[in-house]
């Protein structure tokens, strides 16, 4: 990617990750500049595709999604083939999907609300995958760290 971002573009990432719901007016107060300048550089940002989305962080407890697992999964489609991560990354359950080196070609993030529902969750719909070979499944006891914030360089 050839897109340059200055020392303001990169503040205004920061802020923004921290807060996507912090208002333009703060925005441009934090950063001493016209509400209507921060607006056209969030907008550039947008439009250059380095902020692809707004999103909001649910406690899955709430939901009583308890239960957080990590599957390792070997399947037949060749390398560079995606159609089986195409296949998982259709099931709700599955938060993220990674095609990964190794012994293994993908490995899934899962939230469902007990071993039961994940038991259902890979008899009812990761069998249906046909390329699918072996799965290895850790379950998680205790999330130390969970983020999905980047490390926003200073220049």
Partial sequence: M???????????LQKMQSNSRISNVE????LEMAPSAV?????????????????????PDFFD??????????????????TTGQA???IPEVQEVHQI?????????VRTNDS??????MRNKF?????ILSTKTTIVLETVKEDQKLVIPKK
């Fill in 2 to 12: 050839d897109i340059e971002l200055d020392k303001t573009d990169l503040h205004i």
């Fill in 27 to 30: 925005l441009a107060r934090e």
């Fill in 39 to 59: 607006l056209e550089r969030v907008k550039k940002l947008e439009q250059k595709k380095v902020i692809t989305q707004y999103t909001t962080n649910i406690d």
């Fill in 65 to 82: 999604q308890k239960l957080l697992a990590f599957i390792f999964i070997k399947a037949a489609d060749g390398l560079g083939c995606n």
């Fill in 88 to 90: 998982l990354a259709k």
């Fill in 101 to 109: 080196a190794g012994e293994d070609c993908y490995l899934v993030k």
């Fill in 116 to 121: 039961t529902t994940l038991m259902g969750l």
């Fill in 127 to 131: 069998s249906k995958i046909p390329n």
